[in-house]
């Protein structure tokens, strides 16, 4: 069964119904068929016009889960998100770019997925709903462990929300093997500009992201000082489930 809602509240409602697999911008869904048939009822919310948009306000930066990593690249966001473009550049070719989307990346939850490190930097929630409402979680709650999420069977995520908390710049590096394969990325928001741009070893109040290198991203937050405030890892609480939704 393939089903094409035209509004979010179609989508949850079928999703309630039949059930089945949410279908956005297909960059992961596909290939991971391999030469298999689909099985099982497909929802396709690539048409929801409504969750492909991004909002800036004084409060928040709203990014809707079917805008695609080209709409975030060309983008007009505040300095911290330098992060996020950047590894927009950097998902796939130009064509991936076009139809893959910022909330199938995080649903996927690969270690190697290019925006989760600037994204956890930034502190970032996803938002869920379901036919009975709506809830956030922290973003580096939601990502369990390998390809697995906190999302329930029963609901969508509809959009990325940062609050505009940090204001400094970011930066996104990306380190491959020798041979020309991804090894590991990574993203840092920092909370002062000057410190970000200086070539000391100093960062007063930054975050650093490691991906790829570990199943789960492993953050260090410094203080205003420059002294490391602990790691962070994506936190467990819950039962996770397999997930695709790009």
Not at 42 to 59: F, P, R
Request: aromatic fraction near 4%.
């Amino acid at each position: 069964m393939y089903l094409r809602p035209r509004t979010v509240e179609d989508a949850l409602q079928a999703l309630a119904t039949y059930g089945g697999r949410i279908l956005a911008g297909g960059t992961d869904f596909f290939p991971a068929l391999g030469d298999k048939p689909v099985a099982g009822p497909v929802i396709d919310i690539s048409g929801l016009g409504g969750l492909a948009n991004i909002a800036v306000s004084d409060e928040e930066v709203r990014i809707g889960a079917c805008t695609t990593w080209r709409t975030v690249a060309e983008a007009s966001l505040p300095r911290a998100f330098n992060s996020l473009r950047a590894a927009a550049r950097e998902v796939g070719a130009i064509q991936i770019q076009h139809v893959g989307t910022v909330g199938g990346n995080l649903c996927t939850a690969s270690p190697a997925a290019d925006g989760v490190p600037p994204l956890l930097a930034l502190d970032a929630e996803v938002e869920l709903a379901c036919h009975n409402g709506h809830r956030r979680l922290p973003l580096r709650d939601f990502i369990a462990s390998y390809r697995k999420t906190l999302i329930r069977a029963d609901e969508i995520l509809t959009a990325i929300v940062v609050p505009r908390t940090i204001e400094g710049p970011s930066t996104f590096l990306r380190r491959s093997t020798i041979s020309g394969y991804l090894d590991r990325n990574g993203g840092g928001c920092g909370g002062d500009r000057h410190a970000w741009q200086s070539q000391t070893s100093a960062c007063r109040g930054g975050c650093l992201l490691d991906g790829g290198a570990t199943p789960q991203r492993i953050g260090t937050r410094s203080n205003r000082s420059g002294s490391p405030a602990g790691s962070r890892r994506p936190g467990k609480a819950g039962a996770p489930r397999d997930t695709f939704s790009d």
